[in-house]
């Protein structure tokens, strides 16, 4: 198991970066401090070390400034010696010089040796030195991987929050094209409404010129029956008659073509309408399709704002929200509900062994065996790098243990074996959802316990 202790449910994933910032600087605060309290170490055996050199040496020039009084005393005696006529006692002499160089040589085979171990341990001191720099070396990698992953933590954030920004967005676009198209087609039934309305007044028109017509015919009918009905003179007042007669008939027929040519002018017009409104129609029902694509668009735009990105699951946040609503239905339905929270055993090894693309496979494989022991309509969510909550409505703790064992058989045949650690939660009346993750949390470490103290079979 990774070791990753279960995160409190009100730590955003901000907080959690800034919180393991803090633990990599303290880390760093920590090495600085040891480094420095081995080198004040070094410093005081170089120092120590120094001093004995020195007073070696110093036993060195006693022992010597030794040697040479007893030879300036055994010369200053054969010089005695010789002057009373006594032989030199040479054999004494060499008797009491051979133990002196022997301690010489012994003061030299320690020196000797003295300088081995100082070599050794300026040898040691040194590659001290290599692994403390390695360490700082690997620290420093490891501050910038971290700083590296926050980065990139704050900007899948940003990322997400954009494309909530983009999709709602687009969702108002889509309104408003959804409203100029019903706007447009109000307008293209109103213009229908208006070209119906020409269309009557032409064909009123229409009827108005004909009754003229007929009016001017009738008029002129009986002006010619009367005309050929008179064979004497027309008298002048008859005559007058006829005239008026002939005038309001060519009256009669002006309006009658005039009110034709309204009724042409008026039928124009209203195909117009009708082509102005079969346009807004075609735009309308254009501006509906854009709609529709922007509502795809912005579907899509929040379905990756809330699903993981690496295993398609559902994001911590978004996820959470889900399961809130799931406790809400649980309890109105008086149904059972549990909570499964996974560990994935051992990830940060396979991650420092092996690289991280290995446990982008190992967290993918995890999620494709918890896919397969769980319901369609279960919810899976990534609570955190290496762990993740799954919600089981309808069924028992003991339904649950039976699905979630199917688990670690697949992950163990798998072509990577891996496993994970679960604890289970069954919610009641009172929980929350942060209580009901964070029993099932506790029941996951409690198991964990019980497997360490558990003799290996």
């Known amino acids: 198991m990774s070791g990753v202790a279960g995160e409190p449910g009100g730590l955003s994933a901000a907080d959690r970066r800034d919180q393991a910032g803090e633990e990599r600087d303290h880390a760093g605060d920590e090495r600085e401090l040891v480094d420095e309290r081995r080198d004040l170490a070094e410093d005081k055996r170089d120092r120590v070390e120094g001093e004995r050199d020195q007073a070696a040496v110093e036993r060195d020039r006693t022992a010597d400034a030794r040697v040479q009084a007893a030879v300036e005393r055994v010369a200053q005696e054969d010089r005695d010696d010789q002057a009373a006529g006594v032989s030199p006692a040479v054999e004494t002499r060499d008797m009491v010089g051979r133990p002196r160089r022997d301690a010489a040589d012994e003061r030299d085979q320690i020196a000797d040796r003295r300088d081995e171990v100082g070599d050794q341990r300026d040898l040691a001191g040194d590659q001290r030195d290599r692994v403390a720099s390695e360490r700082d070396r690997t620290g420093g990698r490891r501050d910038l991987a971290g700083d590296q992953r926050d980065a990139a933590g704050d900007q899948r954030d940003r990322a997400g929050d954009e494309r909530d920004q983009a999709a709602n967005e687009r969702d108002r676009i889509g309104d408003e094209r959804d409203r100029a198209g019903q706007r447009r087609d109000q307008a293209g039934e109103l213009r229908d409404e208006a070209a119906d309305v020409r269309d009557h007044a032409g064909d009123e028109r229409d009827r108005t010129g004909d009754e003229r017509d007929r009016a001017s015919d009738e008029r002129d009918r009986v002006r010619e029956e009367f005309e050929a009905s008179m064979s004497r003179e027309i008298p002048k007042d008859a005559l007058d008659r006829s005239m008026l007669a002939r005038r309001d008939a060519a009256t009669d027929r002006r309006r009658a073509s005039q009110d034709r040519q309204s009724g042409a002018s008026e039928r124009g017009k209203a195909e117009l309408d009708r082509q102005t409104a079969l346009v807004d129609r075609g735009e309308g029902a254009a501006q509906r399709l854009q709609a529709s694509a922007d509502r795809e668009a912005s579907a899509m735009g929040?379905?990756?704002?809330?699903?993981?990105?690496?295993?398609?699951?559902?994001?911590?946040?978004?996820?959470?929200?889900?399961?809130?609503?799931?406790?809400?239905?649980?309890?109105?339905?008086?149904?059972?509900?549990?909570?499964?929270?996974?560990?994935?055993?051992?990830?940060?090894?396979?991650?420092?062994?092996?690289?991280?693309?290995?446990?982008?496979?190992?967290?993918?494989?995890?999620?494709?065996?918890?896919?397969?022991?769980?319901?369609?309509?279960?919810?899976?969510?990534?609570?955190?790098?290496?762990?993740?909550?799954?919600?089981?409505?309808?069924?028992?703790?003991?339904?649950?243990?039976k699905r979630v064992a199917t688990v670690n058989a697949a992950l163990l045949a798998a072509s990577e074996p891996g496993s994970v650690t679960v604890g289970l939660a069954e919610l009641t009346t009172d929980d929350s959802c942060d209580d009901l993750i964070e029993r099932a949390d506790a029941n996951l470490y409690r198991a964990r316990e019980q497997r360490r103290a558990s003799p290996p079979r």
Not at 328 to 335: D, I
Not at 344 to 362: E, Q
């Open 302 to 401: 929040r379905e990756s704002a809330v699903l993981d990105a690496l295993t398609g699951v559902y994001r911590r946040g978004p996820g959470l929200a889900e399961l809130e609503r799931e406790i809400g239905r649980a309890k109105r339905a008086r149904q059972p509900l549990v909570v499964a929270f996974f560990d994935v055993d051992h990830l940060k090894v396979v991650n420092d062994s092996h690289g991280h693309v290995a446990g982008d496979r190992m967290l993918q494989q995890v999620v494709n065996a918890i896919r397969g022991a769980v319901r369609s309509f279960d919810l899976i969510i990534r609570y955190g790098g290496d762990e993740f909550v799954c919600a089981f409505p309808g069924i028992t703790a003991a339904d649950v243990t």
